[in-house]
Nanobody, 120 residues
Framework: QVQLVESGGGLVQAGGSLTLSCAASGSIRSIGTMGWYRQAPGKQRELVAVVTSGGSINSVDSVKGRFAISRDNAKNTVYLQMNSLKPADTAVYYC??????????????WGQGTQVTVSS
């Protein structure tokens, strides 16, 4: 079994900062791409930022220059540093990781989600 546990969400005023963390645990032999997605009320889930095992990063244009994704491979953890937050960033943020448990193929796993609310 594999688990992704997120932390760091909360309520913040516009212009503020938050850091999200997501730690993977369980039957893990290797981890591929890790990343963050978000889903606002009434909207589809969208990619925020992802980082490959090699360190390549991709992010949505709306967060470039404000959000930074990083990972600590020794801790099986991915982070999302969010600065200059806007009310439009309000959403449930989900962690995602592609994990190989030693058999079969890489499988995608999701965290339970953490609420980020930005007040104006």
């Amino acid at each position: 079994q594999v688990q992704l546990v997120e932390s760091g969400g909360g309520l913040v005023q516009a212009g503020g900062s938050l850091t999200l963390s997501c730690a993977a645990s369980g039957s893990i032999r290797s981890i591929g791409t890790m990343g963050w997605y978000r889903q606002a009320p009434g909207k589809q889930r969208e990619l925020v930022a992802v980082v490959t095992s090699g360190g390549s990063i991709n992010s949505v244009d709306s967060v470039k220059g404000r959000f930074a994704i990083s990972r600590d491979n020794a801790k099986n953890t991915v982070y999302l540093q969010m600065n200059s937050l806007k009310p439009a960033d309000t959403a449930v943020y989900y962690c995602n990781a592609e994990i190989w448990s030693g058999w079969g193929a890489l499988r995608p796993y999701w965290g339970q989600g953490t609420q980020v609310t930005v007040s104006s």
